[in-house]
């Protein structure tokens, strides 16, 4: 059974503390992505890392890093947490596909529930 | 610029009626569309897909309707139950890029 995981399901943390969201896939799978959930915005993406230390500026960068030192294992950093990164935080992860192939689905973790106080 | 647009945020239909969520997009390269349903603290799950190459899929209860001159595809449930209550996202992609863009999400609402 495929599973992704993250590391905590729910965090509350200060403004201005720096915060580390930890995301592992079990499926060998060389793409892995952080999005973030806000109602009325839908998913919205942060940085996706398509091999081991390689990394990509999705939608939203700003506020946040990323770093993959291992296949299975894509963490999100927020250096300095502000209120306004109070968010659902989705890890996911997908098979690169074969070339002129679509893109494969994405699987994803339960989510983890950050506030920012 | 949201190039995924799902613009029913909600949906109330009676159990055993049939659903359908909406989904337009902008961008004429998305070749790949796939739709996911979410339930409150769990992450989205996969639930069907289409290829640009067709305009239907079907899988069980779930259809996938796709228009691409009007840029427009569709989910249909039938019959619509109560465990079908959720939160609906569709997707996009284009063949060669390793992302997707999703729309705002539908919740669905079916009513015993």
């Known amino acids: 059974d495929v599973k992704v995981t993250q590391s905590s399901r ?10 580390f969201l930890e995301c592992v896939q079990d499926m060998d799978h060389e793409n892995m992505f952080w999005y973030r959930q806000d109602p009325g915005l839908g998913l919205r993406l942060i940085y996706f890392s398509y091999d081991v230390k390689m990394k990509e500026k999705g939608d939203i960068p700003e ?15 927020l250096e300095s947490a502000s209120t ?3 968010s659902m935080y989705l890890c996911a992860s997908s098979q690169t596909p074969h070339r002129g192939q679509p893109q494969d689905e994405q699987f994803f973790g339960p989510g983890t529930r950050l506030t920012v106080l | 610029d949201q190039q995924v647009k799902q613009n029913s945020p909600s949906l109330s239909v009676q159990e055993g009626r049939i659903s359908i969520l909406n989904c337009d997009y902008t961008n004429s390269m998305f070749d790949y569309f796939l739709w996911y349903k979410k339930y409150p603290a769990e992450g989205p799950t996969f639930l069907i897909s289409i290829s640009s190459i067709k305009d239907k899929n079907e899988d069980g209860r779930f259809t996938v309707f796709l228009n691409k001159s009007a840029k427009h595809l569709s ?36 009513l015993a």
Do not use: M, W
């Open chain 1, 63 to 77: 506020g946040y890093s990323v770093s993959r030192e291992k296949k299975e294992r894509f963490s999100l950093i």
């Open chain 2, 75 to 110: 989910l249909h449930i039938v019959p619509s139950q109560p465990g079908d209550s959720a939160v609906y996202f569709c997707a996009a992609s284009t063949s060669g890029t390793y992302k997707y863009i999703f729309g705002t999400g539908t919740r669905l609402k079916v």
């Open chain 1, 84 to 86: 306004n990164q109070t």
């Open chain 1, 10 to 19: 729910y965090l509350v943390k200060r403004t201005g503390e720096k915060v």
